[in-house]
């Protein structure tokens, strides 16, 4: 069985990574860049400080905590323990991918841009998606692209980002909670926010 696995997980990032495309190329190296999103990250603190006014002081925190909680569990509750080779460093895979960018952390699972840009996403959405419902579908749709750049320059795994994603999606709901609860308890002392 993980045999088969593997191999459907090989076939994908030969699928993916296999494209030849100066102009996707360029596109994928763009989309995995993380500076080129810091104009979306503001805009999402701003939208985060205008729902919650008084609030936004722990709205804000408890956003920026979820994405720091996700990349530190991605690598060491993850990378640092499977210590999954990357596909650029794995021997079996010498001359069969294309590394565009070079490879980067020795480890790929899980993808610390996919659970980071999950988190990013899906705390958007718990915290923002009824004032913005534009954000249900917007940001699902931007954590796949850079889902799919990482695979694409050969970066991970399919797997890897898969599972990235599912923990963003995990740290992000969590994170949603101890925001309501915070929030709950604030007004079950009558402490004014």
């Known amino acids: 069985m993980i045999d088969w696995l593997k191999q ?3 076939n994908l990032l030969f699928l993916i ?3 030849n495309n100066h102009l996707l190329d360029v596109i994928m190296i763009w989309i995995s860049s993380i500076g ?3 104009p979306l990250y503001i805009l999402l603190l701003y939208f985060v400080v205008i729902k919650y006014k008084s609030k936004a002081w722990i709205a804000i925190p408890v956003f920026i905590l979820a994405i720091g909680l996700s990349d530190l569990i991605s690598v060491h509750l993850f990378k640092n323990v499977f210590e999954r080779l990357r596909p650029c460093y794995e021997p079996e895979l010498e001359g069969l991918i294309k590394n565009i960018v070079g490879c980067g952390g020795k480890f790929s ?3 610390s841009h996919a659970s980071n840009s999950f988190t990013i996403a899906f705390m958007s959405i718990f915290l923002m998606g009824d004032r913005h419902k534009w954000l249900k579908w917007l940001m699902p749709l931007w954590g796949l692209s850079i889902m799919y750049s990482r ?8 797997s890897d980002v898969i599972a ?3 923990l963003g999606i995990l740290v992000s709901w969590l ?3 101890l925001f309501t609860y915070i929030l709950d308890y604030f007004s079950t002392k ?3 926010i």
């Open 8 to 10: 459907i997980d090989y």
């Open 17 to 19: 990574n296999g494209a």
């Open 36 to 38: 080129i999103w810091v």
């Open 109 to 111: 699972f899980v993808s």
């Open 151 to 158: 695979v694409y320059l050969g970066k991970h795994y399919p």
């Open 164 to 166: 990235g994603a599912l």
């Open 175 to 177: 994170m949603y909670m």
């Open 190 to 192: 009558s402490i004014k």
